[in-house]
């Protein structure tokens, strides 16, 4: 049966884990069965690609510069081990961070703050790596005038309207978009569909939907009402309360294209 | 054992972790005599594939690609280098499978990179894709594409519009998605290549 929330031509919805690292270990609780040591984030990566994980997210909030070389041993034993593609973010604002990245194994990088700061940075990371390493993270939230990009996890605001910013930076060469409501992250109320399906409509460039993930049911209202790209979770898959080959079986079942 | 050509054009990591994980042994080809120490040979390759071109010409080893008759795999634009053409930079290509590689035309509709799991359907029978049904999952990452030639595409992909997934003329095979990120399925491609002989 053909669906009208199939991807093009059999592109599969994506489901996406996102893992949250410091120092080289995963600092979200996670609560798994059969895990040695929940801290390791090459453990729990094998964990989800064998659970059907389309893609991995590892989001680095390690502080300090010296330690980012733990990062890059990370990201090897990651490349090394895992046989699904991996993104990684955070702290990343000059070339040779991404590079560095980039020869550890990463396949993409998730650039935020520094290409608000800089937005030249998109260009050129996209001349040197191709548009399809440049993933472009945007937190935004709602306010009386608009959507305004965020910074540090929501607690700066911009004078940056999110619209604006998605499409300048799709020009200077983003090849993907990681768009997070603020309003929606840790409510597990559902994503922000309204907002995702306009950005969704608004690029020519493939879309992840981030924040608010509580139920197998959001994933379905996602796809069906956005047709985005992928959607990307961290709690609900860390807790159990969702288990991905449960949800993907899910989501074929509501015609939604799915690699099982 | 597998030997992959060295010309700069993108990270190999994972496709050596892959290898590694597979207990396939390989090595480095830098210069024309490295070519001798394999049965086989891989052209890896992401970026810009017009760049990639450059690079590949600068290393001098290029004649000596063209006149392989050991088995080869080109993986993403290393698939792309051994067509005619690519839109990419409008660059002429190595010439060893005559068709061309061409750009995805962005529309709404159509997002641009084509990236993510799609699907492939085998076109051509052949010991690449032995044991790997059709519609298998690939991990696809590409803004061009080898359009569709019913005589030597194996696989085909669609994506808006029917394109090869994975090409082949005597000893010389590509595949556009990347096995080295494919899964199972992906793995089990890069062991089938790792048992072909000429």
Same mark, same amino acid.
């Given at each position: 049966m053909q669906s009208p929330f199939r991807?093009?031509?059999?592109?599969?919805?994506?489901? &996406?884990?996102?893992?949250?690292?410091?120092?080289?270990?995963?600092?979200?609780?996670?609560?798994?069965?059969?895990?040695?040591?929940?801290?390791?984030?090459?453990?729990?990566?094998?964990?989800?690609?064998q659970q059907g994980a389309d893609e991995l997210v590892f989001l680095d909030i390690t502080a300090t510069h010296e330690k980012r070389k733990t990062t890059i041993e990370m990201v090897k034993s990651v490349a090394r081990q895992i046989n699904i593609p991996f993104t990684i973010g955070?702290?990343?604002?000059?070339?040779?961070?991404?590079? =560095?990245?980039?020869?550890?194994?990463?396949?993409?990088?998730?650039?935020?703050?520094?290409?608000?700061?800089?937005?030249?940075?998109?260009?050129?990371?996209?001349?040197?790596?191709?548009?399809?390493?440049?993933?472009? =993270?945007?937190d935004t939230k709602n306010l009386p005038n608009g959507d305004f990009v965020h910074l540090n996890g929501g607690?700066?605001?911009?004078?940056?309207?999110?619209?604006?910013? &998605?499409?300048?930076?799709?020009?200077?060469?983003?090849?993907?978009?990681?768009?997070?409501?603020?309003?929606?992250?840790?409510?597990?109320?559902?994503f922000d569909n309204i907002l995702l399906k306009q950005i969704n409509e608004m690029v020519s460039v493939p879309v992840i939907a981030s924040g608010g993930a509580g139920s197998s049911q959001d994933f379905i209202d996602v796809f069906?009402?956005?047709?985005?790209?992928?959607?990307?979770?961290?709690?609900?898959?860390?807790?159990?309360? &969702?288990?991905?080959?449960?949800?993907?079986?899910?989501?074929?079942?509501n015609q939604i294209e799915i690699r099982i | 054992m597998t030997g992959i050509v060295n010309y700069g054009a993108g990270n190999i990591f994972s496709l050596t972790a892959a290898l590694e994980r597979l207990n396939l042994e390989y090595g480095m080809i830098n210069s024309e005599s490295d070519f001798d120490l394999y049965e086989r040979i891989i052209i890896p390759g992401v970026g810009h594939a017009g760049a990639a071109m450059k690079k590949l010409i600068d290393t001098g080893l290029v004649p000596k690609i063209k006149s392989l008759t050991k088995p080869v795999l080109g993986i993403c634009v290393g698939m792309q280098l051994i067509t005619d053409f690519s839109e990419e930079g409008n660059s002429e290509m190595l010439g060893i499978i005559p068709v061309k590689t061409l750009k995805f035309k962005e529309d709404i509709s159509k997002k641009v990179p084509h990236m993510g799991w799609n699907q492939i359907f085998v076109q051509n029978e052949n010991l690449l894709f032995a044991g790997i049904a059709d519609e298998t999952y690939f991990y696809f990452v590409h803004s061009y594409y080898i359009e569709f030639n019913s005589k030597f595409t194996i696989s085909y992909c669609n994506y808006g519009t029917k394109f090869s997934a994975s090409i082949k003329k005597n000893n010389f095979y590509g595949v556009q998605f990347h096995p080295e990120k494919s899964g199972e399925a992906g793995e089990k491609l890069l062991q089938n290549f790792a048992h072909l002989k000429i």
């Open positions: 991807g093009l031509g059999g592109l599969a919805k994506r489901i &996406i884990p996102c893992l949250d690292v410091k120092d080289g270990r995963t600092v979200k609780g996670v609560n798994f069965v059969d895990l040695r040591d929940a801290g390791d984030p090459v453990e729990l990566a094998w964990q989800y690609s955070g702290g990343i604002s000059e070339l040779k961070d991404a590079e =560095a990245l980039l020869n550890a194994g990463a396949d993409k990088i998730s650039i935020n703050s520094a290409a608000v700061r800089r937005p030249q940075l998109i260009n050129e990371l996209a001349d040197a790596f191709g548009v399809q390493f440049v993933v472009l =993270a945007v607690r700066i605001a911009t004078e940056l309207q999110t619209q604006h910013w &998605i499409k300048e930076a799709e020009e200077r060469g983003t090849g993907e978009i990681l768009l997070t409501s603020m309003d929606k992250d840790g409510t597990k109320s559902g069906q009402k956005t047709n985005i790209d992928a959607a990307l979770a961290a709690s609900v898959f860390h807790y159990g309360e &969702i288990l991905i080959p449960e949800l993907k079986a899910l989501l074929k079942n | -």
